[in-house]
């Protein structure tokens, strides 16, 4: 089971290894000029959608990342 945090969100957009930005309101409004929250990846909230193989490309670029510093 994979943990319900921003990281496994779809609407979450990586930025480094720690955090990203939330994109639900762009995604439910269609606008693409609206808000783009700075985000956590161990965090959540309560519009949380499940990412299905996103979660995983995330975590091997993470790890990817990681590795080379």
């Given at each position: 089971m994979v943990a319900v945090?921003?990281?496994?969100?779809?609407?979450?957009?990586?930025?480094d290894t720690t955090s990203g930005f939330c994109?639900?309101?762009?995604?439910k409004t269609?606008?693409?000029e609206a808000e783009r929250p700075a985000v956590e990846a161990q965090t959540s909230c309560?519009?949380?959608e499940d990412a299905g193989q996103q979660y995983y490309i995330r975590l091997g670029w993470i790890k990817s990342q990681t590795n080379q510093e």
């Open positions: 945090t921003c990281l496994s969100c779809k609407f979450y957009k990586v930025k994109l639900v309101t762009v995604k269609g606008n693409r309560d519009q949380w």
